[in-house]
Structure formats: C-alpha cells, structure tokens
C-alpha cells in the first residue's frame, strides 16, 4: 500500500544525545515536510523541501536538521541544540502546490 | 505576522449542534490553496477539503461545509448536527509559492481548534 512510514513511534533519548527520525514515502511525491506539534501550538513547519538534494528552513529550524539524497526518504536530525526536543513529530508529503499532503503516524520523542 | 488564524482555541457544543470553525489566513500571492484536516484523538491527519483561490464557491458534503470568502481572507468550516465522532481537533491550512521563483511551496498550519462534542 503507498503511504508515508515514519519510525520509530516511541523515541527516548538522553539530553545532549542527537536523534534521527526516519520518514519514508512510496507516493512518488516530490515534496515532503517535517512539523513539529507541542500542546496548544498547532503544526510548526522545521523544514521542507521540494526535491531531491534541496531543502528549506521552516519557521522553527533552529538546532534540527535534515537530508534529501532520495526521493522516498526525508530523515529529520534533533540535534543537541534544540533547547526542548520532547515532542510529536509528524512527516508529510505531497504531490504538488494544489494537492492535499499525507501524513505519517507521527513519533513521539520524549528527551530525559 | 501568523499566516493562518484559528482564533478559536477550544469549543464544546452538545450533540445536535451546528458549530462553525474560523479561519482567517494571510497570503500576497493571487494564487494559493487552502486545506481543512481532521486530527482524532488517535493522532493522525485526515484530508477534509482543498480549495484554490480562484474557486469561491461554497461546498457541501453530507453534515459539512465551507465558506471560503477572499474579501475577508476567511475558509470556514461548519458541522451541521455534530456527533461525537466530530470530536478533534481541526486544522486549517495555506499553500502558497515562497522564495524567488515561486518553486518552493511552503505548507503553514494554524494552530488548530479543539472540538468536543458532548452527548
């Protein structure tokens, strides 16, 4: 079935340690997108990008980064910068400016 | 400046109710689309609706509807007799060109509104 996996669903992690959160697509969707959800914040955009081996900062960028060597596959890094990591992290993808973007399950980092 | 406004932090209504969902969004460009999603308590994203900044026209579907009204720069979406299962919180998103060139389409949410549907 085409759709968007991310792994792992659960993540811990010690402070100052980085982490890579995986998000994998078999849609054949050019663009993919790393939100970061937090109570009460919505969805804030970390980064996007539009095609392989370019990539834009989001609005909340700071002390993430990530990677688009494939098409599928769009890893999204916290870094030990990030000042609070603990978070639901949801991938998306989408196939162009007009068409709706799907969405993986989500991890749940939770930094100690 | 937020792109998209969803002034409306949480509702509750009683099962039967209509309720309307704001949204009020902020874009230069004369071309975007806009989105409404559905997130359940279990997590993940459900597509509601995509319209596009030329299409005013208002749509329907079973207990739901929009009303997109570029004069106020508004997409909202009303439940008519909502149930339980309404129950989520709700997404409003903007689609537009960013960057030079306007290749790169930025994806922004707003910060969502938590519906309760009480029996």
Known sequence: DGGITQSPKYLFRKEGQNVT???EQNLNHDAM????QDP?????????SQIVNDFQKGDIAEG???SREKKESFPLTVTSAQKNPTAFYLCA???GAMTEAFFGQGTRLTVV | AQKVTQAQ?????????DVTLDCVYETRDTTYYLFWYKQPPSGELVFLIRRNSFDEQNEISGRYSWNFQKSTSSFNFTITASQVVDSAVYFCALSEA???GGSNYKLTFGKGTLLTVNP
């Open chain 1, 21 to 23: 959160l995986s998000c």
């Open chain 2, 98 to 100: 960013v960057g030079s």
């Open chain 1, 40 to 48: 009460g914040q919505g969805l804030r955009l970390i980064y996007y």
């Open chain 1, 33 to 36: 997108y790393w939100y970061r």
């Open chain 1, 64 to 66: 993430y980064s990530v």
């Open chain 2, 9 to 17: 932090t949480e509702i509750s209504v009683v099962e039967k109710e």
């Open chain 1, 93 to 95: 993808s989408r196939g």
